[in-house]
């Protein structure tokens, strides 16, 4: 359902204290949680020798080097996890949480946060299912930051970002199917296809938040113009957006598609950001992903 914004709406009042609180899928990068003081939350890394907190005590460069030898699974933050992060915003003076989620479709950590909240009645709390992956779920907690920073009220932010969310799209490839295969997010008849024909699928979330195929090409070089092709089709819907590369021990050509996207490929972008993909997502991508992802300026 779409959320309109009302028009020549108040600022909050003082006794609104907004805190964000978001996961480590959606891949915000460290400048905008220092900016905004987010909360994140660790999904986490599991490996037979034991567990790693998502890019705190593992990186995407060390996951993406061990997958030769081990293909680690990866969990959602305990619900202990979750209660200490709401006692953390409590204790730090706020009485109302945005919480900005990867895919309820993807990860069971909306829905866990929800349960969680509901510990803290004297905060209240909304979630934003982001229906989304990586940057193009952090998007829309970099955009609860800037709305919050102009003083808006706590339920006009929500509506703005429900806008958001239904504006906004990720479309990624990846260099292999390997990944996706063993993960489950990929069928096997599908994988061996695409093997043996050299496709390379680009990969978005549909309206429930599950990944979808938005394309198939041949190639690599072929899958990363789809790629940027689809990303500057979508944000041609808007007169403003904002636009992030991301990538997975991809360095390289991330860097060549970030040029390519900072010069006249978005004309109307905003924003432009770059960053890497969290561990957790690369244990289900395999090395190589690039991803675009572009929303609607609410702000």
Do not use: W
Request: with cysteine.
């Amino acid at each position: 359902m779409r959320i309109c914004c009302r028009r020549n709406e108040v600022i909050a009042t003082e006794q609104e204290k907004i805190a964000i609180l978001t996961d480590s899928g959606t891949d915000v990068p460290q400048e905008y949680i220092d900016r905004f003081g987010m909360y994140v939350l660790p999904l986490i890394v599991n490996y037979h020798d034991g567990s790693y907190r998502d890019k705190l005590e593992i990186t995407s460069d060390e996951v993406a080097s061990r997958l030769a030898v081990e293909i680690p699974k990866t969990s959602l933050p305990s619900p202990g996890e979750i209660e200490d992060a709401f006692a953390r915003i409590k204790a730090d003076g706020y009485n109302k949480v945005l919480a900005v989620t990867i895919s309820s479709g993807l990860s069971g950590t909306c829905n866990s946060i929800r349960i969680v909240s509901e510990l803290f009645p004297e905060m209240e709390t909304l979630v934003v299912d982001t229906k989304n992956i990586g940057i193009g779920a952090g998007l829309a907690a970099i955009s609860a930051g800037e709305l919050i920073s102009q003083g808006l009220p706590f339920r006009t932010i929500y509506r703005r970002l429900c806008d958001a969310v239904n504006n906004s799209a990720v479309f990624f490839c990846v260099n292999t199917l390997e990944y996706l295969e063993k993960g489950g997010r990929i069928g096997h008849v599908a994988a061996a296809l695409g093997r043996v024909l050299n496709l390379k699928p680009i990969i978005t979330c549909n309206k429930e938040g599950i990944y979808t195929t938005a394309a198939k090409v041949r190639g690599r070089a072929e899958s990363l113009i789809k790629t940027l092709d689809l990303a500057k089709a979508f944000a041609a819907r808007y007169d403003k957006c904002m636009v992030a590369v991301a990538e997975g021990a991809a360095k390289e050509e991330a860097a060549r598609l970030f040029q390519k996207a900072a010069g006249s490929a978005f004309p109307n972008a905003e924003r432009l950001l770059s960053g890497q993909i969290s561990p957790a997502l690369v244990v289900h991508t395999g090395p190589g992903l690039i991803g675009i992802g572009v929303q609607k300026v609410v702000f």
